[in-house]
């Protein structure tokens, strides 16, 4: 063999095996990838089936329930406009309470959100940028409704 096909071989070899390497590591971050939901657009299916993802939003007050083997949990997160079950079984975190921000992790079995893992936010001020964001369309929906409705309900 010559000198000049040794070396088209070994180029050929070296980005083969460039090749499958970084399909390798596509393939096991797509594996790990774990998208951020709003309870809205995982009532709207926007969320994957049959995958984890996680779903943020504020807890609802007066949803926090202990069920009867005392390890499990179901409470309620909504982004003001829809609101969504969570089963949790485990420790919740020191700083979960009902009224303030969560970040869940899990996936949808039914109708119902079963959460593998629960984050509380760690300051009144902090929250994920996409949580604020869809509080803040939210919340900004709620008003423009309001106000669409409120003349209809003057006699």
């Known amino acids: 063999m010559k000198p000049r096909h040794r070396r088209m071989m070994l180029i050929v070899a070296a980005v083969g095996t460039f090749s499958v390497a970084v ?57 003001t406009a829809q609101t969504m079950n969570v089963l949790y079984k485990g420790v919740l975190p020191d700083l979960f309470k009902e009224g303030k921000g969560v970040v869940v992790e899990g996936a949808l079995q039914g109708e119902a959100f079963v959460a593998s893992q629960v984050l509380a936010k760690h300051d009144e001020n902090y929250m994920p940028p996409e949580a604020a964001d869809a509080l803040k369309k939210a919340q900004e929906t709620n008003a423009r409704a309001t106000q669409t409705l409120a003349p209809l309900a003057k006699p």
């Open 23 to 79: 399909i390798l590591v596509l393939f096991a971050f797509q594996k790990n990838l774990v998208f951020f939901f709003t309870p809205s657009q995982v009532m709207a299916h926007e969320a994957p089936q049959g995958r984890p993802f996680r779903v943020g939003g504020m807890v609802t007050t007066g949803s926090l329930k202990r069920l009867a083997d005392g390890v499990s949990v179901q409470f309620s997160v909504t982004d």
